[in-house]
Nanobody, 123 residues
């Protein structure tokens, strides 16, 4: 069994910074295409930032220049550095990745979501 565990959420004031972290645990063989999404009540989950396999990071227009995604696929981790936070960044942030797990001499790749971490930015 594999899972993604997020940490680093919290309550901050506008203009401050937070770093979210996510690590894959369990019977992990590989870790690829990590991404961060966010969701507010009543709205669809939206992509914040991602690192496509073999590609460059990409960001939602609303966070460009403020957020930075970084990953270490060998250590099964991905981080989201969030600077100059705004009240509209308030949401539950979810980690997502393609995680390979070895089962009976076969590698199965699963697209997995973390449990979410709350980020609240006060004005």
């Amino acid at each position: 069994q594999v899972q993604l565990v997020e940490s680093g959420g919290g309550l901050v004031q506008a203009g401050e910074s937070l770093t979210l972290s996510c690590v894959a645990s369990g019977n992990v063989f590989s870790f690829n295409a990590p991404a961060w999404y966010r969701q507010v009540p009543g709205k669809q989950r939206e992509l914040v930032a991602s690192v496509p396999s073999g590609g460059k990071p990409n960001y939602a227009d609303s966070v460009k220049g403020r957020f930075t995604i970084s990953s270490d696929n060998a250590r099964y981790t991905v981080h989201l550095q969030m600077n100059s936070l705004r009240p509209e960044d308030t949401a539950v942030y979810y980690c997502n990745a393609d995680v390979g797990t070895r089962q009976m001499d076969q590698i199965h790749v699963l697209n997995i979501w973390g449990q979410g971490t709350q980020v609240t930015v006060s004005s």
